[in-house]
């Protein structure tokens, strides 16, 4: 029985080379990479749109009010009191401005929800911004004042925003990209991906296997941040009653150290939240604190031990 590979469909993927310069390659490009996903949210018009609607609003609002203090003082007021009686009235003006004011509602209801969504949308990162901006340059895919959506930074709008991509990938890609373009390619470039780009400047990076030799060095970086001032601390432990004092400021000082090492890794490496960050540090700093307080009482004990047998 022959077994079979999966094998993609034809025209599951397409390269940004067959895509006619101007608006198709630019397409292309978006697709390619997520990052690069980058539309403008138009905030102002939005905005513009909203108060409109809004002061429409309020104006059918005093109407209605102005409406029932009339037909309770001058009208039926009964028909303050029982919708169904109201409907009855033939040519109530009550009646007609609320139809008109429910449709309006509708509309401002939506819009406000809508701009709710695309003001909480996150900003694309500044790198993705340059990558699709000198793309788009250097390909002269669209005319000077088309291309010049991609300048209003503040109105920008990622469809895909790379929460986990740090600045320390940013870093590893950069520095894998200063030191061999063809480097980058090999070990981080899927077949997918290079079947996408071709021959275009566009370098796409598989970012699983990024987050690979990050996990490595992070999982190095971690295991350092542990054993090493743990190292320290038990060798600065004090054999002598003399060395106690310069020992023990030695060892406080080494604590602070790491822990600020600790925080500052955390803070560049990942994208922790500011009381992610301060928890994490605190439990790291704990640990030392504990492992010191353990490691003297086992020294003073031994020391006595040892003056005891002298003695």
């Not at 993609?8 to 310069?21: D, F, K, L």
């Not at 971690?222 to 601390?233: E, N």
Request: aromatic residues 10%.
């Amino acid at each position: 029985m022959t077994s079979y590979k999966c094998i993609p469909a034809r025209g599951s993927v397409s390269t940004v080379n067959h895509r006619e310069v101007g608006y198709p390659k630019v397409a292309g490009f978006e697709d390619c990479d997520h990052s690069l996903l980058i539309f403008r949210k138009f905030g102002w018009l939005h905005l513009r749109s909203l108060l409109s609607l809004q002061d429409e609003l309020a104006e059918f609002e005093k109407t209605m009010r102005r409406l029932d203090k009339l037909e309770f003082a001058d009208g039926d007021p009964k028909n303050l009191i029982s919708r169904r009686r109201d409907d009855q009235q033939p040519d109530s003006a009550r009646q007609e401005l609320a139809a008109k004011m429910k449709k309006k509602l509708v509309e401002y209801d939506e819009l406000l929800l809508r701009v709710q969504k695309i003001q909480a949308m996150k900003r694309p990162s500044s790198r993705a911004q340059l990558t699709l901006f000198n793309l788009i340059r250097n390909t002269e895919s669209l005319v000077a004042d088309e291309a010049e959506f991609i300048r209003y930074s503040p109105d920008l709008a990622a469809l895909v925003p790379d929460d986990e991509h740090g600045l320390f990938n940013n870093f590893l890609e950069d520095a894998f990209n200063f030191v061999s373009q063809k480097l980058t390619k090999a070990f981080f470039r899927s077949k997918e991906q290079a079947q996408q780009t071709g021959d275009e400047e566009l370098l796409l990076v598989d970012y699983k296997r990024m987050d690979i030799l990050l996990r490595i060095i992070l999982t190095v970086l971690a295991s350092s941040l542990l054993l090493i001032p743990v190292s320290i601390l038990f060798e600065l432990q004090p054999s002598k009653p003399s060395e106690v004092r310069r020992n023990s400021n030695y060892q406080i000082l080494t604590i602070f150290l790491f822990t600020l090492v600790f925080a500052a890794s955390i803070t560049i490496f990942t994208r922790a939240r500011r009381q992610e960050v301060f928890q994490a540090t605190a439990a790291y700093c704990a640990v030392l604190v504990i492992f010191l307080g353990n490691t003297s009482n086992v020294v003073a004990a031994s020391n006595g031990l040892l003056n005891q047998t002298s003695s």
